[in-house]
């Protein structure tokens, strides 16, 4: 999987992986935050959250140009990075309830625009490494390992802010309770009816509480909440300078890569490489990626619900504890153990291996299982933990499928049948369709979101953590059959003159489904919740219709 590549593919494999891990530790936490300091409701956070996600995704488009026509790509990551710091340095400010909302946009801003410079331009300079015919054919594998890459970073993210949010709360004599968020800031407004139960819950975390002094436990317990996740925001800075230590460290790796058309042609040296393409072809191509950027709007439609909806599923329709082997799943480390301790199973008892790794393999089976036989021993007979969680098995697995389907891949490749690239983009909106249908069953019969009125669903109303965990599953499945192959469908087909542009046209269609996430979420509190899963089937059941039905002009369009 990882033979024969140029080394500048691992550079970008781990500056991605540093940025994307500070991006996914503050997404984790995002809606979450907005609601508890902020006390907006479902509809409104999902508008802020898809309001920056358009923006993130957006404003690639706009690097892709100053690369192309300015600063090249090495200059303008570089710009990106230093730009995505402070904005992350202004979101980690602390400040208590209700305050320096203004100083929460300025600092979204300002990470839309640096990921903008760092994002588009980061995959073009990738796309220029298999430029070189040695390495032509590795292209769509080289994605698929840089695409995990950001997903290793993702999939500590939401264990890093749960783990320093808890230890925030700890400070304050607090542990986290999803009821208390809502209930504080409805009491603190004036709109709760009765405030009996908000009092016993309170009293769980303080016993001295009083209704007489409700007000001020919920103010403490807001301002503690607000400030850890705050600190869980600073992580991104520290995730940003690590980024920026390899960039900036390793560039002899990427140097060759690092040129736009424009700059090839003013250089007598590269002069020679400058590949010009007809209007047709040109035309052809465009039209082509357009199409592609048209489909993948309506999957990231659905796939980002997983920051909004999803997570509102999590914390009010999902039990929120577990026992000891489910645990295993949302102890991130406990996890890794198992499928470290199999993977070590693997290369002990496949028949190609030699001596020496099935010694390793065997070593690592042996303590990988103890690791996670120590994990298991550590756990309570219930286990609690928080909605963020569960965003951690997207990048799970993502890392432990990566190899699966690569080799797949292959195996079709060497039999002459693997799918174009936008067919596996058509494949895995089928997958996703699949992947929302589970969740329309598991809702069957739950209250809606609007007849809980922004509460948690009671106890006996509260439904398996599995629906979730098998709805991620498959929606990692069709992420890597659309993900990776459209970013490497893109540097394939962009015209050389346009790749930044272009990689920032893949964001910008990502954009815009990240922007129709908060349409979905303004249906949370209007229709009932086995319909809003179904709205997400539908849409990808056409887009699946629409890029089966323009197949051969993709497919034609890759070819010339």
Sequence with gaps: MFKGHPKGLFIAFFANMGERFGFYTM????????????????????????????????????????????????????????????????????????????????ALATIALGTGFFKGNLQALVGNLYDDPQYGALRDRAFNIFYMGINIGAMFAPTASEKVSNWILAASNYVYDARIPALANDFLKGKLAEAGEYLSIARLQDPGVTLETLTGFSERYINALSKSYHYGFGVACVSLIISMLIFWGFRKFYRQADFTEKQKAKSEALKSQVVELTPQQTRERLVALILVFLVVIFFWMSFHQSAVTMTYFARDYTVPSVGRIANLLFDLFGLLAVFLAAVGLVFLLRKSSGAGTRLLGGLAFIGFGLLALQRYGSYGDVNPFTPQKFQHFNPFFIVALTPVVVGLFGYLNRKGKEPSAPRKIGIGMLITAVGFLLLVFGSVGLPSPKELGGQVAPAGELVSVYWLIATYFLLTIAELFLSPMGISFVSRVAPPKYKGMMQGGWFAATAIGNYLVAVIGYFWLRVPLWSLWLILVICCLLSAGFIFAVMKRLERASRT
Excluded: H, W
């Design 27 to 106: 997404i984790s936490i995002f809606v979450l935050f907005l609601q508890a300091k902020y006390g907006l409701n479902a509809a409104q956070s999902s508008l802020v959250y898809g309001i920056f996600l358009f923006c993130v995704y957006f404003f690639p488009l706009l690097g892709g140009v100053v690369a192309d026509r300015l600063l090249g790509y090495g200059r303008t990551i570089s710009l990106g990075l230093i730009v995505m710091f402070l904005g992350y340095l202004l979101l980690a400010i602390p400040s208590v309830r209700e305050t320096n909302f203004a100083l929460v946009i300025a």
